[in-house]
């Protein structure tokens, strides 16, 4: 499943730049994660970074996305195919 950011996010800074697949932007209040992008960092870490430097602990796993390793992985090798082609 993807992660999400809650509304205890305080808007820190911290977690957008540390997701390899670009997935955390600013939305109109806080950050959020695009659920498309967001592969849990399978594919590039064993945890997921955003969650390690939270200092809020605001980032669960998104329950309306689960996802098992497996499509988490295929999800990974997606979005590094799409990266290269541009």
């Known amino acids: 499943m993807a992660l999400m950011i809650t509304d205890d996010c305080i808007n820190c800074d911290v977690c957008e730049p540390e997701c390899p697949n670009e997935a955390i932007y600013m939305g109109p209040l806080i950050y959020e994660i695009d659920p498309g992008k967001c592969t849990e960092c399978v594919g590039h870490f064993n945890e997921p970074q955003c969650q390690q430097v939270c200092p809020v602990s605001c980032i669960p796993f998104d329950p309306a ?19 290269k082609t541009v």
């Open 65 to 83: 996305w689960r996802e098992s390793p497996e499509q988490l992985m295929s999800k990974y090798e997606k979005l590094q195919a799409e990266s």
